[in-house]
């Protein structure tokens, strides 16, 4: 049958029409509730399956597994979702760890787990789905707090290892091996509630090696340098579709000693070097954390401000003309138990971390996001260490809130120009 000109564009509208109908429902299918699909890196910043640019604005809540394992306290999971979800607040960090034999312990022993406790971290990846939210996964604890590198040490003495100090973590060939099992064991996990494996779920932004990685008895940097290289290929060996960080707070080190005196009171780095680390081969993004009320107790709060904004920018310019890699402010937060405290306080420092990562995002750099230090849902009072925030907290929701806004304009507005590029 023949066609009039009019009535074959309408016939190709049509078919294009369905054709992207299809494809979102495969993608609908594919993604759960969450949109776009698996996130990658995108030179100094991050893009979504289909291109659209993603900026992170987020924020930790450690204990989702935690909370997830008792009946009695899981709701926690979701009230926290919701909570996140009205602060417009899309990527979470959280512990995908807990060694020992204390309650809750997920690793009760060296590659022996509690199959109960994988299912709570089961339940906060799907969850996390349904709120559109995804996860940053840390792998291990450089700290005691739910095991960490101290119980690898200490099992690995049980097994008659000599283990002058928990920094032979990185070295020994038994703890190695334990954590590279541990790697796998979670990567490789399929999902008993949505039967997606974890190194396939979009749920899940990425993988982080260790919180707060340090090794003090080795400044040099070349102990946690030779770890980091031998754990990041093996990660991306099991999981190349997620990003990789490695959890740094952000220390220069011995590779840049012209910027040892940007260091909170000029740290030697302990044994981390912000530079060396993140160049190594399979890591995708820069992690710094930001804690001016606990590395400067005794400065004012105008020199903590002054030292934080230093303290941004120059990891911003150094991940933006050395690295060339997004940089992520993965932890930040103002104490409310420092003598004086004043609740402006917080909003102005909040203020000062977003407005940096904004003005970066907008002008083409590094800033790629940011997760304040820590999200708690009604409740879990008890558990505010001072960081604590709350979604009845009106004048600092307000400032969360104003950020996730603007970045979400700002990224429509991208992600059109995006769409304009692809269709003409």
């Given amino acids: 049958m023949s066609l009039s000109s009019s009535s074959m564009e309408r016939h190709m509208i049509t078919l294009i029409s369905f054709s992207l109908l299809t494809l979102v429902s495969v993608i609908g299918v594919v993604t759960a509730d969450l949109k776009g699909g698996i996130i990658q890196r995108s030179g100094l910043g991050f893009v979504d399956e289909i291109g659209n640019p993603f900026t992170v604005q987020g924020a930790n809540v ?54 109960s406790v994988l299912q709570a971290l089961d339940y906060a990846v799907a969850e996390a789905a349904k709120y559109n939210i995804r996860l940053i996964m840390s792998l291990v604890n450089n700290f005691d707090n739910y ?25 020994n060939t038994l703890t190695r091996t334990w954590y590279k099992n541990h790697v ?70 011995s590779s840049t000693p012209d910027r040892i005196s940007v260091n909170p009171l000029s ?34 709060d105008d020199e903590k401000l002054s030292f934080l904004q230093t ?35 917080r909003e102005q420092l909040y203020s000062t971390v977003y407005n940096s990562v904004y003005s970066s995002i907008t002008k083409g750099g590094a800033g790629a996001g940011t997760l304040f230090w820590q999200l708690l849902p009604k409740g879990m009072e008890s558990w505010d260490d001072g960081f604590g925030v709350f979604a009845s907290d009106s004048s600092l929701v307000s400032t969360i809130n104003s950020q996730s806004s603007r970045l979400t304009k700002f990224m429509a507005s991208k992600s059109t120009k995006s769409r304009r590029r692809l269709l003409f």
């Fill in 62 to 115: 450690y204990w989702l597994m935690v909370q997830g394992a008792s009946p009695a306290t899981r709701n926690f999971v979701d009230a926290v979702y919701s909570d996140a979800q009205t602060l417009g607040l899309n990527v979470i960090r959280t512990w995908a760890f807990n060694d020992g034999t204390t309650d809750g312990a997920l690793q009760t022993a060296p590659g022996v787990y509690d199959e």
């Fill in 184 to 253: 796998k064991t979670v990567l490789s996990r399929v999902n008993t509630i949505t039967r997606v494996a974890y190194q396939d779920d979009p749920a899940i932004f990425g993988w982080e090696l260790i919180n707060e990685a340090q090794c003090q008895s080795d400044v040099s940097g070349n102990t946690l340098a030779a770890w980091v290289e031998e754990m990041a290929s093996y990660v991306k060996s099991i999981d190349g579709k997620h990003l990789l960080e490695i959890g740094l707070e952000g220390y220069y080190g």
């Fill in 267 to 300: 740290y030697n780095g302990y044994g981390t070097d912000f530079i060396r680390l993140n160049q190594i081969a399979n890591i995708d993004f820069a992690s710094v954390h930001s804690y001016p009320d606990t590395w400067l107790p005794d400065k004012s």
């Fill in 147 to 171: 095991g960490g590198r101290s119980q690898y040490a200490q099992w690995a003495v049980d097994e008659g290892e000599v283990m002058p100090n928990n920094d032979f973590f990185y070295n």
């Fill in 311 to 345: 303290w941004m920018n120059q990891h911003i310019k150094d991940a933006t003309d050395t690295l060339n890699m997004p940089v992520m402010f993965c932890e930040f937060g103002k104490s409310d138990q420092v003598s004086g405290y004043q609740p402006q306080m």
